[in-house]
């Protein structure tokens, strides 16, 4: 039983829960229990919701302190479905790496070429700046300790003019934002690196402790 509690690790879209791996070591090492499922990100929301508790009730069941979230990209957009529709009983505080808050103009490409169903699955539409009432409505209000970390390097120096800048090349750091939101932080790191960099890991670690960056 661990009475600091449990971090479940929610990875991004077309990942896997091992590209949590250095989090969640980091997280053990923290004294916290970890949970990074493998969950189903190509299927709409509700279905990932719906795969997940379960799964995430029976990890809260093994320990005794809070449950934490992180999470990276699309997996941003997970915890938040799932707060507002499954909340766990336990809820502590949440980190999200990179979440496409307010959608990504990348996704709004891949529709407008009706490449979405294809690249994105079912999660497509929650994924685009101007979502449907439903899907905003589904994502829920802000009410529990969040920390936001963005970052402002694209993996590639090339000119990416459908995303304002700064940008992580694939979500600006302004669709990172929320109402409601505790911290925020822009670091030098890139979305798709940004899950193995030590201060990313330190920051996010350090909001789960402090409720602050």
Known sequence: MSDRGGILLLHGHGRLGASMVRLARAARR???????????????LEDIVDWLAPRVAAFEAGFTGPLHIITHSLGGLVARALIAARPPQRLGRVVMLAPPNKGSELADLLFRLRLARLVLGGAGPILR??????DEAALGSIIYPL???A???PLFPLPLPLLPRP?????????THVAGLADHLTLPVTHT???YDRRVIAAALAFLKDGAF
């Open 193 to 195: 690196l940004m899950v």
């Open 151 to 153: 970052g402002d390097r």
């Open 129 to 134: 700046t101007g979502r449907m009432a439903a």
């Open 147 to 149: 920390g936001i970390i």
């Open 167 to 175: 940008h992580d090349g694939k979500v600006s750091i302004a669709s």
């Open 30 to 44: 923290a004294g916290y229990a970890t949970l990074s499922p493998n969950y189903p990100y190509r299927r709409p």
